[in-house]
């Protein structure tokens, strides 16, 4: 393989970006084959690249240029392409061609429909960036592009304040994050002296045996980069930006939870690993706010009637398994479920979206029986679902059972029935948002349509790979053999202790889910409304998201706005008064010198002139040039001299 094939995969949606963004205007609709057109020779290369590293054809490889040298010390920046790095690139190329494809007939008459296409474009070279880089320092710039280009995406709509707050909310909730991320590579440079992945793992052995570095500090780095894992995936305490990410165009959210912002947070713990098998706290600390967020999620889940929101909670629920996964030492098991979740889960959203555009609403409470006129939309979402919540023969199934496997096998009984637990709620969850959306009769007068096939193919597309994408990489173990870290945690699927137990338990969670989702909302032999009713406070509870956004309002963003408030009137008061009472003074004592100078000074040499001149007047009356006059002065001067004497005698 050649340095320019690797090059092109990010290359190409770079220069669309550039067409759309500089010609948009003149193009008009012909911006969406532009992103197609770059977007699918990109996907068609990173196939080339996956299969060639399966077949043993292509090899780990790597390609790395100095970019500052201090010295003794040089940054270096480079790509890599590795299994890891193969598996991500397929899926993002695939998700951001579907959903662009998806896109031609949701964002149709929009009047920014060429920036929207420049902007989906960006967004996926940041994601290619990120996932290409083969140290942080590369990592971390392509990181803050996609946080950038996700809050344009989120905020596409500026028009609605919602959507305009969403972007500012996801951009600043994340950059919390950061802040740990960005802490956490200063000081790893400092301890390690480089940034590049390889030569960080290498170190980290070494140094550990030769005791130059301590576990403790590894934990701490560990702990201050998985900040910003949180952040971007939406584990507690960071999750709140999530939820309301949906404001933006679907196709968009379709993108987020399923190929791109979300996955990086995940990915960047797999691409640290070597780390966090290290680190034993950091590893810890991982597992369960891993665990607790997807429980946490799927909670609020089970009460939500926004569409799009039900699938956002379901997102941070199952990155939270994601994150489980890697933190219990199941590295593959972690990975496969991000590869199975972007197919069922750009799906699902997908769907979300033909839903919305075929019905005109988003509120669940006003659907009902669109199944009978959406059918390629019901039935792909029905597929979508069975495979989220993990029913035998979907690609779901085969990934959240190995997530399962690591807990238990990890010896964490507690995290494995977290998780357990959590796969019931899933299953419920997901079906009751199936039978009240295209189930039963129409609760509201919506002539609902079928999409165009713009949207359908892809959504038959998604429905394929949901399918069989998680039976072709278990059959051979060749996701295993693809995506395998050598020193995984114990947790790692391979023990065969307990398999069948979990593989059961696995099952039955889904079974049990769904059946009672079946009788609530199809047979309605329960009434929701009943339960809601006898459980309102906790009904209230889980609606209102346990109340994290109020509590948040009062800690941060209340005591952040008086502290503003105080600065500013400080600053209008006080810094700016000073400045404004200086300029004052200044002025006073200008106008007072001003004075002074006209007044005393001048008025004393005018004075001094006006004496001189008055002197010279008087005297020269005295020049008349007649001789009597000259002997009358100097009588009078002789009789004063003569008085003056007798006085002072």
């Given at each position: ?15 669309a ?7 948009g ?41 100095e ?22 690139l ?29 902007y ?14 083969n ?29 305009s ?10 950059k ?49 980069i ?18 309301d ?25 797999a ?5 966090y ?27 939500a ?20 996964a ?26 979300a ?20 006129k ?52 899933t ?17 509201t007068?919506i ?7 713009t949207?359908?193919v ?7 790979l ?26 790692e ?21 769904i ?31 346990y ?18 408030n ?17 300029g ?12 002074f100078?006209?007044?005393i ?10 004496i001189?001149n008055?002197?010279g ?18 009588v ?9 004497r007798?006085?002072f005698?």
């Amino acid at each position: 393989m050649k340095l320019p094939l690797l090059i092109l995969i990010p290359l190409l949606p770079l220069l669309a970006f550039v067409i759309n963004i500089f010609f948009g205007k003149k193009i008009g609709t012909k911006a969406a084959y532009v992103s197609l057109t770059a977007i699918s020779v990109s996907f068609v290369i990173s196939l080339y690249l996956f299969f060639g590293l399966i077949a043993g054809v292509e090899k780990t490889v790597e390609y790395t240029f100095e970019w500052l040298n201090f010295g003794s010390t040089g940054v270096k920046l480079g790509i890599m392409l590795d299994g890891l790095t193969a598996v991500m690139l397929v899926v993002v190329t695939t998700v951001s061609l579907l959903v662009k494809l998806y896109s031609i007939g949701y964002m149709h008459g929009d009047p920014r429909y060429s920036r929207f296409y420049a902007y989906l474009s960006m967004f996926t070279v940041a994601m290619l960036g990120l996932v290409l880089a083969n140290n942080f320092l590369l990592l971390f710039i392509s990181w803050e592009l996609v946080g950038l280009f996700s809050y344009l995406l989120i905020g596409f709509w500026y028009e609605k304040k919602s959507a305009s707050d969403a972007g500012k909310k996801a951009f600043i909730t994340t950059k919390v994050g950061d802040l740990g991320f960005f802490a956490g590579l200063l000081l790893l440079f400092t301890v390690f002296g480089t940034f590049n992945f390889t030569e960080l793992g290498q170190l980290v052995i070494a140094r550990l045996a030769s005791g130059s570095v301590s576990v403790g500090m590894l934990n701490l780095i560990g702990i201050l980069i998985f900040c910003g894992a949180v952040g971007k995936s939406a584990q507690f305490p960071l999750h709140v930006w999530l939820p309301d990410a949906m404001e933006g165009p679907t196709p968009v959210s379709a993108l987020i939870h399923a190929a791109t912002m979300v996955a990086a947070g995940v990915y960047l713990v797999a691409r640290t690993f070597f780390i966090y098998v290290e680190a034993p706290i950091a590893m810890s600390v991982v597992a369960y706010t891993g665990a607790f967020t997807a429980i946490f999620a799927a909670s609020m889940a089970l009460v939500a009637y926004d569409i799009k929101r039900v699938l956002a909670f379901s997102t941070v629920s199952q990155l939270g398994y994601m994150v489980m996964a890697l933190g219990v030492g199941g590295y593959t098991a972690g990975m496969f479920h991000l590869t199975t979740h972007a197919f069922f889960k750009a799906l699902l959203f997908l769907g979300a979206g033909s839903v919305i555009h075929g019905s005109g609403t988003q509120d669940i409470r006003e659907m009902g029986g669109l199944g009978k006129k959406m059918k390629i939309t019901m039935v792909t979402f029905l597929i979508a679902c069975l495979s989220i919540s993990g029913v035998p023969g979907f690609s779901g199934y085969f990934s959240k059972e190995e997530v399962l496997s690591a807990a238990y096998n990890s010896g964490n009984l507690f995290i494995y029935w977290i998780g357990t637990v959590t796969a019931f709620m899933t299953a419920f969850y997901m079906f009751r948002l199936f039978f009240m959306t295209f189930t039963g009769k129409p609760r509201t007068e919506i002539h609902a349509h079928e999409s165009p096939k713009t949207m359908t193919v892809p959504l038959m597309v998604l429905a394929v790979l949901s399918i069989v994408a998680g039976g072709l990489f278990v059959m051979g173990h060749s996701f295993e053999k693809l995506v395998y870290f050598g020193a995984e945690g114990a947790g790692e699927g391979g023990a065969e202790a307990g398999s069948h137990f979990v593989r059961n338990m696995s099952i039955t969670a889904a079974v049990l889910g769904i059946t009672l989702a079946f009788f609530m909302y199809y047979l309605k032999k329960v009434s929701p409304e009943y339960l809601a009713l006898k459980l309102a406070p906790v009904h209230k509870l889980l609606s209102n998201r346990y109340y994290i956004d109020e509590l948040y309002e009062i800690i941060f963003i209340k005591p952040a706005k008086g502290l503003g408030n105080f600065l500013f009137k400080f600053d209008q008061k006080v810094v700016d008064g000073a400045v404004n009472g200086s300029g004052f003074m200044t002025v006073l004592m200008s106008k007072l010198q001003n004075l002074f100078d006209k007044v005393i000074v001048d008025g004393a040499v005018n004075g001094a002139g006006w004496i001189a001149n008055k002197g010279g007047e008087l005297l020269k009356q005295l020049q008349t040039g007649l001789v009597q006059n000259y002997i009358l002065i100097a009588v009078s001067g002789l009789f004063i001299i003569v008085l003056i004497r007798i006085i002072f005698r």
